[in-house]
Nanobody
Framework: QVQLVESGGGLVQPGGSLRLSCAAS????????MGWYRQAPGKERELVAR???????SYADSVKGRFTISRDNAKNTGYLQMNSLKPEDTAVYYC??????????????WGQGTPVTVSS
């Protein structure tokens, strides 16, 4: 019913930047909160940043001041701008969205993940 597709991951040197995108498609009526999570090898998935439908944002302490979450409601797309990247930011990044569908369902939807590697 609803799909999320992430893009923008890759290999970057420490101190560099990347911008992740998360495009939602399908039978979407509206999207409430959107979030970015990450999972490093051998670790649990953790919340990186979250943005409400009204634009309120919250961040993990480890990324505050370096990452910025945003969204374009007209395009059903979310973004994560990542600056001053560190090797410890290396992980697979997942997008999550809380969606109301045209059929009247409420879904928690996950993307397939996009890998980010920070290394020299």
């Amino acid at each position: 019913q609803v799909q999320l597709v992430e893009s923008g991951g890759g290999l970057v040197q420490p101190g560099g930047s990347l911008r992740l995108s998360c495009a939602a498609s399908g039978s979407i009526f509206s999207i409430n909160a959107m979030g970015w999570y990450r999972q490093a090898p051998g670790k649990e998935r953790e919340l990186v940043a979250r943005i409400s439908s009204g634009g309120s944002t919250s961040y993990a302490d480890s990324v505050k001041g370096r990452f910025t979450i945003s969204r374009d409601n007209a395009k059903n797309t979310g973004y994560l701008q990542m600056n001053s990247l560190k090797p410890e930011d290396t992980a697979v990044y997942y997008c999550n969205a809380e969606c109301h569908t045209i059929e009247g369902d409420y879904l928690q939807v996950w993307g397939q993940g996009t890998p980010v590697t920070v290394s020299s």
